[in-house]
């Protein structure tokens, strides 16, 4: 098994900013991708930011410029650095990562458990 732990999230006012860290821990022989996604109320998931099989990196067009995805790979941890945050950031924000396990070497899907961003007006 695998676990994607979240922290970072919290209120911040329009204009602020915010880090979101997701550590992966687990039977763990690599890890493809990760990223992070989010849901805001009445909305589905939708992609944030996120690095590739090939190390590139993904950006929704809405966070472009404002956003930026960083790694550990030694820590096996992702980072979320959230700059000029908009109320249309609220949403809860959840890391995701494709792994290879250890002994099988299947890839599988994880998702964490979410932490809420909120930015007031």
């Known amino acids: 098994q695998v676990q994607l732990v979240e922290s970072g999230g919290g209120l911040v006012q329009a204009g602020g900013s915010l880090r979101l860290s997701c550590a992966a821990s687990g039977r763990i022989f690599s890890i493809n991708t990760m990223g992070w996604y989010r849901q805001a109320p009445g909305k589905q998931r939708e992609l944030v930011a996120a690095?590739?099989?090939?190390?590139?990196?993904n950006y929704a067009d809405s966070v472009k410029g404002r956003f930026t995805i960083s790694r550990d790979n030694a820590k096996n941890t992702v980072y979320l650095h959230m700059n000029s945050l908009q109320p249309e950031d609220t949403a809860v924000y959840y890391c995701?990562?494709?792994?290879?396990?250890?002994?099988?070497?299947?890839?599988?899907?994880?998702w964490g458990q979410g932490t809420q961003v909120t930015v007031s007006s």
């Open positions: 995701n990562a494709e792994v290879t396990m250890l002994i099988s070497l299947r890839k599988y899907p994880y």
């Open positions: 690095f590739d099989s090939g190390g590139s990196t």
